[in-house]
């Protein structure tokens, strides 16, 4: 009985690490093959895919994201070929088991849970005498009737077989994230998380994870993102952990940790400073809200003084780039609080500040008590809220507003000393300018077209001109030089309209010819010739000295000219000022 498992990933560059554990445990007693598609995919590109493979079982992993079209796929398995075994598993599908074996009769078997010894149990009984009441942690049907097994005791994960070391994986792992995990279980109690359902942490064996490590590094993987809920529960773990990544990794690799930051000691993150690569670890921090009675309604402990603490080391360390996470409509976080959990996060500037929205998961505590907050929510996945006692659905349209600009101009670092002004000399907030531009950009209807890195620039000038905001030539400069420090060659056309004249250009350029200390000694031992000049530099006006303002946070309104030489060599700009 030919056996395949799969799953639609958010993206081609995911991988499932679910499917690979089910295959790892089920073989050899029950050979099982692997293919992966993506929620792009065309549905019946996936069905034509897996129907030629001839399978008489089909295992899909289900999760919010791809369990509509995943359904999809299902049902046309069944019209072409009912005999097909359709198993599904997985977060989305193992709460609320009976809705699902009710309303997708195509779904013949639910994996509830951890699954390995689960679904190695129920091939074997599909290969020989089907007693499914044997099998603990399913759900099926029987004489019409839906049949829901009790669940297994959970697996020692020490004795879990490696789910990497499959041939046919090798030649993506370099093209591909991979997900690894070291433990399993989270020991806090956030009622927005499914994480919270089962109780304690249990922990792979280290060495067996370290091999695993060495071995993906070894055949070319690049970025290795850990699952764990909370990396960082033992410090002792942790601290072990890191070092063995720190000495055994190779160049250009990346390690992804979810850590809790509140529970961070100092000297841990004094030894990562001191001690890391720059760029080898990467932080993903979940804030969710500052406000303590939100927290405590969802009994979340978090202490937002260390975790703040943790943040700032880490930043000043210089080696580790932090992505956070704040979610918006969780209890009793209206709109003005919600601003403020922004702020107070915004104010460590994170690498990357991720806007969220909360999604009334199946199984979660807060979808269970979703009446007591008048919660409102889509019946679909992502069952993500519509409004509930306290904040509005107008007001979820506008925090979203929010959330398209925070990506587009925080979190890609296109612009990184404009926003920085922006948010500090200009706007009261820095949640203020985020709302009153991603409000604009939604009038304006940009949030349904396609965007050239100069159309973000332009249009974030167009608002700023139509918001009359007193500053916008020193803002105006900054924008100059976000824009020309990430180029890596002279720009044809860049998005402002080139200020001097002429003449006042070739004039400046004879003087920079004549006399090229004028720019600065670094300027002249470069020693580029008339023709590289004209060729591989930009030279333009602005309103203040920036060096200054680099140098002393001071604005000087002295009006100087801008050298921009772009190396074509080593493809990286020089900047350059001097007096007009």
Not at 26 to 35: C, D, K, L, N, S
Not at 113 to 137: A, I, P, R, S, W
Not at 437 to 445: A, L
Request: aromatic content about 12%.
């Amino acid at each position: 009985m030919k056996t395949i498992l799969t799953t639609l990933n958010a993206k081609y560059i995911h991988t499932n690490i679910a499917i690979r554990y089910l295959k790892a445990y089920a073989e050899p007693e029950y050979p099982v093959e692997i293919t992966e598609y993506t929620i792009k995919d065309p549905v019946m590109n996936i069905v034509t895919d897996l129907i030629s493979k001839k399978p008489k079982i089909i295992g899909f992993s289900c999760y919010i994201w791809n369990i509509e079209e995943t359904i999809k796929v299902v049902k046309i398995l069944k019209k072409i070929d009912p005999e097909i075994q359709i198993i599904v598993g997985g977060p989305e599908v193992s709460y609320d088991v009976l809705h699902w074996m009710e309303n997708v009769n195509e779904f013949d078997y639910i994996v509830l849970g951890e699954g390995e010894e689960t679904f190695k149990q129920l091939l074997k009984e599909l290969h020989e005498d089907l007693q499914l009441e044997n099998v603990f942690g399913i759900a099926f049907r029987k004489d019409g009737k839906v049949k829901i097994n009790p669940q297994r005791n959970k697996l020692d994960l020490k004795t879990l077989p490696s789910p990497f070391r499959f041939e046919e994986d090798q030649k993506d792992l370099s093209k591909r994230v991979i997900y690894i995990e070291t433990s399993r279980g989270c020991p806090f109690s956030c009622q927005f998380c499914l994480s919270s359902i089962e109780v304690g942490v249990r922990y792979f064996d280290r060495e067996k994870i370290k091999d695993d490590i060495r071995y993906l590094m070894q055949n070319g993987a690049k970025t290795i993102k850990f699952v764990d809920r909370t990396f960082n529960i033992s410090r002792s773990y942790a601290m072990e952990m890191f070092q063995f990544l720190i000495d055994e990794h190779l160049p250009g690799t990346v390690f992804q940790f979810e850590i809790t930051a509140d529970i961070m000691r100092p000297e841990v993150i004094e030894f990562l400073n001191k001690e890391a690569p720059p760029g080898l670890f990467r932080f993903e921090i979940g804030v969710q809200s500052t406000n303590d009675f939100t927290n405590e309604l969802v009994k979340r402990k978090q202490n937002f003084a260390k975790l703040s603490r943790t943040v700032t080391m880490v930043k000043e360390g210089g080696k580790i780039d932090q992505h956070l996470d704040l979610i918006a409509g969780l209890p009793e976080e209206n709109y003005d609080s919600f601003k403020q959990t922004f702020n107070d996060v915004f104010a460590m500037r994170p690498e990357e500040l991720q806007l969220g929205f909360l999604k009334m998961l199946r199984g979660t505590g807060l979808r269970l008590d979703a009446e007591k907050h008048n919660y409102i929510y889509m019946d679909h996945s992502p069952y993500e809220i519509l409004g509930n006692n306290v904040l509005s659905f107008d007001e979820i349209i506008k925090i979203k507003q929010v959330e398209d600009v925070l990506e587009k101009y925080w979190n890609d670092h296109r612009m990184d000393f404009t926003v920085e002004y922006l948010v500090s000399h200009v706007f009261q907030t820095p949640f203020d300018f985020f709302q009153e531009f991603g409000t604009y950009w939604e009038q304006k209807g940009w949030s349904r077209i396609g965007h050239q890195l100069e159309d973000l620039y332009k249009r974030l000038y167009e608002f700023l001109e139509n918001t009359q905001v007193k500053q916008l030539p020193i803002i105006e400069g900054l924008m100059k030089f976000d824009y020309l420090s990430k180029q890596k060659y002279k720009p044809r056309k860049p998005w402002w309209k080139q200020s001097f004249t002429q003449d006042k250009r070739s004039s400046l350029y004879r003087s920079i010819i004549e006399n090229p200390s004028i720019l600065g000694n670094e300027f002249k031992e470069l020693e580029l010739t008339e023709k590289e000049l004209y060729k591989h530099t930009m030279l333009d006006t602005l309103s203040f000295r920036l060096e200054s303002y680099f140098h002393d946070e001071i604005i000087d309104e002295t009006p100087s000219a801008m050298l921009v030489y772009f190396d074509p060599k080593t493809e990286k700009p020089s900047i350059f000022y001097t007096g007009i």
